[in-house]
Nanobody, 119 residues
Framework: QVQLVETGGGLVQAGGSLRLSCAAS????????MGWFRQAPGKQRELVAS???????DYADSVKGRFTISRDNAKNTVYLQMNSLKPEDTAVYYC?????????????WGQGTQVTVSS
């Protein structure tokens, strides 16, 4: 079973930066897709950014130009660099992996890390 462990969350003032890390128990290159999702209180979980094993990236409109997703295959880690943070970025951030096999697609989740942006 894939294990994903997120670190790097915390409290930051608006305009500040944080870098989230997601350490995987397996090679991140082995996943078809990895992503960061977030869930704010009372809201649905939403995709923030994703990266494929071909290094194609995708971002939510709300974070384009501010957040950057990247991957270090040697460290089995995916990062989310978050700049120019806003109070509305406050949420629990989850790392996710997707692996597609002949049996279908399987998604795994980390436990989440809290990001709080104060105004």
């Amino acid at each position: 079973q894939v294990q994903l462990v997120e670190t790097g969350g915390g409290l930051v003032q608006a305009g500040g930066s944080l870098r989230l890390s997601c350490a995987a128990s397996e090679s991140v290159f082995s996943f078809n897709d990895m992503g960061w999702f977030r869930q704010a209180p009372g809201k649905q979980r939403e995709l923030v950014a994703s990266i494929t094993n071909g290094d194609n990236t995708d971002y939510a409109d709300s974070v384009k130009g501010r957040f950057t997703i990247s991957r270090d295959n040697a460290k089995n880690t995916v990062y989310l660099q978050m700049n120019s943070l806003k109070p509305e970025d406050t949420a629990v951030y989850y790392c996710s992996s997707v692996r597609i096999t002949a049996m279908g697609a399987s998604r795994s989740w980390g436990q989440g890390t809290q990001v709080t942006v104060s105004s």
